[in-house]
């Protein structure tokens, strides 16, 4: 599977089965991580640990406290794409990690990425 990374005009073709996207929430300053399998349907979440609780941050019922984080199974489906913008109010962006390395994205205000299944018509 191949993972498209759409931003400024340009795609980026990652040959992966699986991504990390990790940020930091922007009230709180706390750390998000979500895990996700690229599907030639789209993009499913596996799995999400946030590291504390706070505005908009309340771990989900069936969450487990493991290891500092609240680690749970989001109840979503397939995800045709992920839109990711940068707010500007944490000095980072999204960071998205594969077995290939980690790369930041959307660090200056303003910045829409685009992340789907480039298996997707």
Same mark, same amino acid.
């Given at each position: 599977?191949?993972?498209?990374?759409? $931003?400024?005009?340009?795609?980026? #073709?990652?040959?992966?089965?699986?991504?990390?996207? /990790?940020?930091?929430?922007?009230?709180?300053?706390?750390?998000?991580?979500? %895990?996700?399998?690229?599907?030639?349907?789209?993009? !499913?979440?596996?799995?999400?640990?946030?590291?504390?609780?706070?505005?908009?941050?309340?771990?989900?019922? &069936? /969450?487990?406290?493991? %290891?500092?984080?609240?680690?749970?199974?989001?109840?979503?489906?397939? !995800?045709?794409?992920?839109?990711?913008?940068? /707010?500007?109010? +944490?000095?980072?962006?999204? +960071?998205?990690? +594969? %077995?290939?390395?980690?790369?930041?994205?959307? #660090? $200056?205000? &303003? %910045?829409?990425?685009?992340?789907?299944?480039?298996?997707?018509?």
């Amino acid at each position: 599977m191949s993972l498209c990374i759409l $931003a400024a005009g340009k795609t980026v #073709k990652l040959a992966v089965a699986a991504f990390t996207l /990790s940020w930091t929430h922007s009230v709180e300053r706390t750390r998000w991580q979500e %895990d996700w399998t690229v599907l030639p349907s789209g993009l !499913q979440v596996v799995e999400a640990r946030v590291k504390g609780s706070g505005a908009g941050m309340e771990p989900p019922e &069936g /969450s487990v406290l493991r %290891d500092g984080w609240w680690t749970y199974t989001p109840g979503i489906g397939t !995800q045709p794409r992920l839109v990711l913008a940068a /707010s500007g109010a +944490t000095g980072e962006g999204w +960071t998205l990690c +594969t %077995d290939q390395g980690c790369r930041e994205l959307g #660090k $200056a205000a &303003g %910045d829409t990425i685009v992340l789907e299944s480039c298996a997707r018509p």
